[in-house]
């Protein structure tokens, strides 16, 4: 593993299914985020880490959770998906709350 | 609210010279990014400033003004693979970062 991964690349999912979207990390970065990314909007944070065994809300996180049960892992559920969830996903990372961030290659998910 | 200003899109010529703005109106700010976005690609780090003035780095220079809550990128020597979104970010006083919608490069021969 280099960097951040992601998985899965894409997604078609039946409205109402729960989805785990899988993130892993290698560089040992403390904080980790969630983004989504649609069409005209800037990215928007659903939740962050700030480091293993805390998480917080960001700016859209109805109808979603996280866990970060240790410095490498970021997995983001979706509990019951809705249309409106459909988007691309990025998982990213920094070595903590200030730098830069670095992204994982994204997971486009479609919710019918 | 918090509010990143960026023109949607741009096009410009191979070779030439072409500035990307950006404005903020952020509940702080602890420094402001720009990042480059391939199509269906990660966004990738290029610069960062958080002093007023300009940070040149190869063909790429991105400059600050706090004080009018105004940045830019500048680009030169455009080459065909520059054509890309160019995505600001600022990152205010929670230390989250508020992202523009990107602007859209469009180079042409």
């Known amino acids: 593993i280099a960097g951040i991964t992601q998985a899965p690349t894409s997604q078609i999912l039946a409205a109402g299914r729960r989805m785990t979207l899988r993130c892993t990390q290698d560089?040992?970065?403390?904080?980790m985020y969630w983004y989504r990314q649609d069409l005209g909007l800037g990215l928007r944070l659903i939740h962050y880490?700030?480091?293993?065994?805390?998480?917080g809300k960001g700016e859209v996180p109805d109808g979603y959770s996280v866990s970060r049960a240790n410095t490498d892992d970021f997995p983001l559920t979706l509990a019951s998906a809705v249309p409106s969830q459909t988007s691309v996903y990025f998982c990213?990372?920094?070595?903590?709350?200030?730098?830069?961030?670095?992204f994982g290659p994204g997971t486009r998910l479609t919710v019918l | 609210g918090q509010n990143i200003d960026q023109p949607t899109e741009m096009t410009a010529t191979e070779g030439a010279i072409v500035q990307i703005n950006c404005t903020y109106q952020?509940?702080?700010?602890?420094?402001l990014f720009w990042y480059q976005q391939h199509a269906g690609e990660a966004p990738t780090f290029l610069s960062y400033?958080?002093l007023d003035g300009l940070e040149e780095k190869g063909r790429f220079s991105s400059f600050l003004s706090r004080s009018k809550g105004y940045s830019y990128l500048l680009l030169k020597e455009l080459q065909m693979k520059d054509s890309a979104s160019y995505l600001c970010?600022?990152?205010?006083?929670?230390?989250?970062?508020?992202w523009g919608a990107g602007t859209k490069l469009i180079i042409k021969p």
């Open positions: 400033n958080v």
């Open positions: 880490s700030n480091t293993a065994g805390t998480t």
């Open positions: 990213a990372s920094s070595p903590g709350g200030e730098g830069e961030q670095f």
């Open positions: 970010a600022v990152r205010d006083s929670n230390y989250q970062l508020i």
């Open positions: 952020t509940s702080g700010f602890n420094g």
């Open positions: 560089m040992r970065h403390n904080a």
